[in-house]
C-alpha cells in the first residue's frame, strides 16, 4: 500500500500548572480539556467528526482523576470508530510511539483520519511522590533506585564526560538555555517566555553538576491533539500540511544506561534511527530545516544533534554559543523553546515537538517562522537516548 500521512490540524494548551490539588474547592476534569482540544484540532483540520476512525492516545500519568480514559473520553466525544481505540506507553517515548501508531492506521488502510492526543498532569503532586515514581520507571529498582540515581543524574554524567572529551565549556553548554528562552519567550504555549541571560543561568543553583536550574526541564502539565490524515484527504482540504516523509526507530538493547562499557554519549540509537529516516525520506542531515528535539538537559540537545549529524561530534556546544542553533543561525533547534523552556509534560511532550513543526512547515509558527521551512526533523527518546524514534516531515502547499 503506497499511502502517505500528514498533519492537517492541532490544538493544545500553554504547558504550565493545570491539575487541580485533592483539597481544591473547583477540580480540574482532564476529560474537560481533552474534549475541547479535539473540537479545535478537528475544526482546524478542516474535516468532520464522523471521518475520525482511529485515535491513538498517550497513557495518561498515575495521578490522573479518570482512569481508563481513552474509552471514557470517547464515550463523552460520542465517537463510534472502526479502526483502533488505544493508549501506548513508552515513557518519555510515548507521544511519539501515539504519533507513529496513529500514522500505522492510515497506512495500514484502516483509516483516512486519525488523532494522536494525550494529556499528562503532574504539577500537583509532591516533588517527593513525582520522583519516586520517575526511578522506578526510568532505573534499575535493584541499584538506581535505592541508590536515589535521578534521571537528571545520567545527563549531568553526560556532561562531564563530554566537558572533559571535547572541552567544552560550562558557558557553551549554558548558552542552549539562553537560546531556549529566547525561542520561547515566542511561543504562546511555552511554559517559562521571560528571556534569561547567560549570566543568570551560569550564576544559577546546581542540581546535578555541572547542570544548574536552567539547563533541567521543569515539572508542567500539557495537553495536545493532532489530527493526521491521508494525503489524499489532506490534498481535499485545500490547505497547507506537513507530511510524514521519513521514519527511523532504533533500540539498543539497554536501559537508560548500558552495563557494558561502550561510549555513552554517542547517542547511538538516534545516530542509527535518523540514517533509517533519512534513507526513507532520501534526504541528509544538511537537508533540514529546523529541528525539535527531546531533550531534556542543555547536554542532551547538544549531543542528540551531534548523533543525527546536525553538528559535527564534539561541536555541538561550541556551536550553540556560536548562534548557529538559534532562529536565524545555520540550523534553528528547539524554536518551540525546547524542554528546558517551553516545557516538558513528559507523556505528551513529543505531540508539542510535532505541533511546532506542523506550524512551521505550515507558515504559522509568527514571530518564530524559519523562513522557507521546507524539511524538520522530531525525536523521541528512551532516557539517554538508549532508543529513538525519528519523523522527518515535508512542508506541502
Not at 545555520?330 to 523553546?337: E, L, Q, V, Y
Request: proline share 4%; with cysteine.
Amino acid at each position: 500500500m503506497n499511502r502517505r500521512v500528514a498533519i492537517v490540524g492541532t490544538s493544545a494548551i500553554p504547558i504550565g500548572r493545570h491539575q487541580s490539588a485533592d483539597d481544591d474547592e473547583l477540580q480540574t476534569l482532564e476529560h474537560e480539556i481533552m474534549t475541547r482540544l479535539v473540537s479545535e484540532a478537528v475544526r482546524d483540520a478542516g474535516v468532520e467528526k464522523k471521518d475520525i476512525q482511529s485515535l491513538v492516545f498517550t497513557l495518561p500519568r498515575p495521578y490522573t482523576r479518570q482512569k481508563y480514559f481513552h474509552t471514557f473520553l470517547m464515550g463523552q466525544l460520542r465517537l463510534a470508530c472502526r479502526g483502533s481505540v488505544m493508549e501506548v506507553m513508552g515513557n518519555g517515548m510515548t507521544a511519539a510511539l501515539a504519533f507513529d501508531k496513529a500514522c500505522d492506521e492510515i497506512l495500514l488502510g484502516r483509516a483516512d483520519v486519525a488523532l494522536a492526543l494525550g494529556i499528562n498532569m503532574e504539577s500537583a503532586v509532591s516533588a517527593s511522590e513525582h520522583m519516586m515514581s520517575s526511578m522506578r520507571t526510568t532505573g534499575d529498582v535493584d541499584f538506581h533506585t535505592s541508590g536515589g540515581f535521578t534521571p537528571i543524574a545520567w545527563y549531568a554524567m553526560d556532561a562531564m564526560r563530554y566537558m572533559h572529551e571535547y572541552g567544552a565549556t560550562r558557558e557553551q553548554l549554558g548558552s542552549v538555555a539562553v537560546k531556549n528562552r529566547f525561542h520561547a519567550s515566542l511561543n504562546p504555549l511555552a511554559q517559562y517566555r521571560k528571556l534569561i541571560s547567560l549570566d543568570e543561568v551560569i550564576g544559577q543553583r546546581p542540581i546535578v553538576e555541572p547542570l544548574g536550574l536552567y539547563d533541567v526541564p521543569p515539572r508542567g502539565d500539557g495537553a495536545a491533539c493532532i489530527v493526521l490524515a491521508s494525503e489524499e484527504v489532506a490534498r481535499s482540504l485545500g490547505k497547507p500540511y506537513a507530511v510524514v516523509r521519513g521514519r527511523g526507530f532504533c533500540h539498543d538493547g539497554t536501559h537508560q544506561i548500558s552495563d557494558v562499557p561502550n561510549d555513552m554519549i554517542a547517542f547511538d540509537s538516534a545516530r542509527d534511527a535518523a540514517a533509517t529516516a533519512y534513507a526513507q525520506a532520501g534526504v541528509g542531515p544538511g537537508d533540514i530545516d529546523l529541528a525539535e528535539l527531546y531533550a531534556p538537559c542543555t547536554i542532551v540537545e547538544v549531543l542528540v544533534s551531534e548523533a543525527l549529524g546536525l553538528q559535527r561530534r564534539g561541536h555541538g556546544a561550541q556551536a550553540a554559543f556560536e548562534g548557529e542553533t538559534r532562529l536565524g543561525g545555520r540550523i534553528p533547534i528547539s524554536t518551540s523553546g525546547g524542554l528546558t523552556s517551553r516545557g516538558h509534560p513528559a507523556y505528551v511532550t513529543s505531540l508539542y515537538n510535532y505541533i511546532e513543526l506542523a506550524d512551521q512547515l505550515r507558515g504559522r509558527a509568527g514571530e518564530r517562522q524559519v523562513r522557507n521551512a521546507r524539511l524538520g526533523l522530531a525525536t523521541g527518546e528512551l532516557g539517554n537516548y538508549n532508543a529513538a524514534l525519528i519523523h522527518i516531515l515535508e512542508a506541502m502547499q
